[in-house]
């Protein structure tokens, strides 16, 4: 997976449409998660779109898979993931994942409706993060 430095490069170079194609890509480039793994407790509340986070750790780091129904929504959870992803779990429970994320100006490129279950996402890759950390 691209770090989310990585993404905003080629983001800032882009306009509209080409954007658009962009969060398609990040989408399909999540590792596949399994259809066990996409279940009600995985499930993030608030979406248009039905979408599923599932935090695993490895050599404490946090690795989520994530998955959408729709493709951009996919492309959206992906962006939210890349400025996580293999991090450890204390630093992503104290991160300010929106901040992070506040370059992509995501509420004036994208549709209410495809933004409004972002901070949903970020909620519950924090919960994730948090409850792992304190183990």
């Known amino acids: 997976m691209r770090t989310l430095e990585d993404i ?3 983001y800032e170079f882009l306009e509209g449409d080409e954007r ?19 279940t009600d407790a995985t499930l993030v509340r608030g979406c248009s ?16 898979l994530a998955d959408s129904n729709a493709a951009i ?7 939210v993931i ?3 992803q293999d991090k ?17 100006d995501l509420k004036n490129q994208l549709s209410s409706n ?3 279950g972002v901070p949903n996402m970020i909620a519950l890759v ?7 950390a304190a183990n």
């Open 20 to 38: 658009y194609r962009l969060l398609i890509e990040l989408g399909r480039e999540l590792d596949e998660m399994p259809a066990a793994l996409k």
């Open 8 to 10: 905003q490069e080629e």
């Open 88 to 104: 450890p779990a204390n630093e992503v429970a104290q991160m300010d994942i929106a901040e992070a994320l506040s370059p992509f």
């Open 73 to 79: 929504t996919k492309g959206i959870v992906a962006l």
């Open 114 to 116: 495809r933004t409004q």
């Open 126 to 132: 924090q919960d994730h993060a948090g409850r792992i």
């Open 82 to 84: 890349s400025a996580v």
């Open 49 to 64: 779109a039905q979408v599923w986070v599932y935090p695993t750790e490895e050599a404490d780091r946090l690795h989520f």
